[in-house]
């Protein structure tokens, strides 16, 4: 028999991070490939609301808070100001810049490239409508990619819709600082977002369900960002239920419920912060047989591949980590494996997270929470930075590095750290459990004194006389 004739042998549905890392693979194998994308912008989440957005305007908020802060150091400065509309000018700027690069990747003309709403009318066929309006038209491929990232999550409490609240999007287009604000939410989005807005001089309060912050991280890791925030004149409120919403005159007011109290808090602006769900909704999946969990993620095995054989899926959409290095693997993961079916697998273990606040909190492979619950033993040993010398020269000595190890053989298997710079010092661990080190084997190796990275000596050094090899 032959085969069907179809239009492409590859459509990849989204042109993020994964849709153009799995276009980019399967075009250097030689496939027919086109890449739809239904964003009103061209470059994915982490270039336009995302990753580079946030981190700009967290490193500028840095800039005013250490130029406030010179004391220690017996520097003195009269007077500090700044302008709001050049802050967010220059984050324009650099969205700009990354979001072109990207738009121009996706017309290079090595593959298809097609500005439109898709959605299954089959499991080989798209309907595709171009905006702002256009007609209808139908394009097949033999394979597919679903790429098509995240978006807001729906707010849990119905009340919150008729408070016009901010959510991260928005956040990032303001044209004024707002006096007051209340962040609803305790993951990483939240927290960024929290101590930016607190240091450009608004009075933030941070609301959040769980009994920390940052409930991927070990509590001690989120404490330390807890006490900085107070510290810092953010009001923290954890473990709370959210009861009610409304506005009093123009003030926008939550109402929850604290250690068995009702408290009420009101601000300017409410910023609904408590995450994003996957953006799958309007493509009709079950038409093409493709099986998605409750809050709408793709199904996928570790080849990336749905329930339906001949789709994949990469990214925010399908993955259980919203991280864009991954989203990356993922999309070449599904490329590989339509170019060769099995020759490619996600592997987990060194998963990586970063939160950009100040001191930024990371950690790679196992936390304590992690390996307690999945039942996998581990010595833990940890250090602070407030006895350590580049970080007290630094005058940052909040937090501290752990890292976890096999009791057994020594192979270091999770690290953590909560301090100065953690989203590059955890880098010293990403090598080393991609190496499968010890901590005998780590603890060796020469570190320059004195810079931030020998912290990690002392825990490794700690568990290395614990750990005969």
């Known amino acids: 028999m032959s085969r069907p004739s179809f239009d492409y042998d590859v459509a990849i549905i989204g042109g993020g991070s994964g849709g153009y890392a799995a276009a980019r693979t399967t075009v250097c194998a030689g496939l027919k490939t086109v890449v739809i994308e239904g964003g009103r912008e061209v470059g994915g989440l982490c270039a336009l609301r995302g990753c580079m957005p946030t981190k700009a305007l967290l490193y500028m908020a840095e800039v005013a808070h250490l130029v406030k802060h010179t004391a220690p150091f017996g520097v003195y400065t009269k007077t500090i100001s700044f302008d709001f509309k050049k802050i967010m000018a220059r984050k324009r700027a650099l969205v700009q810049e990354f979001a072109g690069h990207r738009a121009q990747q996706l017309e290079t003309g090595k593959f298809k490239f097609i500005r439109a709403h898709a959605k299954f009318l089959d499991p080989h066929t798209l309907e595709l409508k171009s905006f702002p309006a256009g007609k209808p038209s139908t394009l097949t491929a033999g394979q597919f990619v679903v790429a098509t990232g995240s978006t807001i999550a729906p707010v849990p409490l119905c009340q919150l819709n008729n408070l016009d609240c901010l959510n991260s999007d928005r956040a990032l287009e303001l044209k004024k600082l707002p006096k007051s604000m209340v962040v609803l939410g305790g993951g990483p989005t939240a927290c960024e977002f929290a101590q930016f807005f607190s240091r450009f001089g608004v009075r933030v309060t941070l609301v959040q369900r769980g009994p920390h912050v940052l409930r991927d991280f070990d509590p001690d890791a989120a404490t330390v960002i807890e006490n900085v925030f107070r510290r810092e004149g953010i009001r923290v409120f954890t473990g709370t239920k959210l009861l009610d919403a409304k506005r009093k005159g123009k003030l926008k007011t939550v109402t929850f419920e604290h250690n068995g109290k009702t408290v009420s808090v009101s601000a300017e602006e409410l910023l609904f912060a408590q995450g994003r769900v996957p953006n799958t909704a309007p493509l009709d999946l079950g038409k093409a047989g493709v099986k998605t969990g409750p809050n709408g993620s793709i199904t996928t095995n570790k080849g990336m591949q749905t329930s339906a054989p001949h789709i994949y899926a990469a990214g925010d959409c399908a993955s259980p980590y919203e991280v864009v290095h991954l989203a990356v693997q993922q ?103 991609a190496k499968r080190m010890t901590v005998h084997e780590f603890a060796a190796m020469p570190h320059y004194h004195p810079t931030l990275a020998e912290i990690w000596t002392w825990p490794a050094e700690e568990l290395a006389e614990k750990i005969k090899n």
């Open 331 to 433: 999309g070449e993961t599904a490329g590989r494996n339509l170019i060769r079916p099995n020759s490619a697998r996600m592997d987990y273990r060194l998963l990586m997270i970063v939160v950009f606040t100040e001191p930024q909190l990371a950690y790679c492979g196992l936390t304590e929470k992690e390996a307690t619950a999945r039942g996998i033993p581990y010595l833990a040993a940890s250090y602070p930075f407030n006895d350590h010398g580049k970080s007290i020269i630094m005058n940052a000595m909040d937090g501290f590095v752990k890292l976890l190890a096999d009791p057994k053989t020594g192979e270091i298997i999770g690290g953590q750290c909560a301090g100065p710079l953690g989203g590059e010092l955890i880098h010293e661990i990403v090598p080393a459990m």
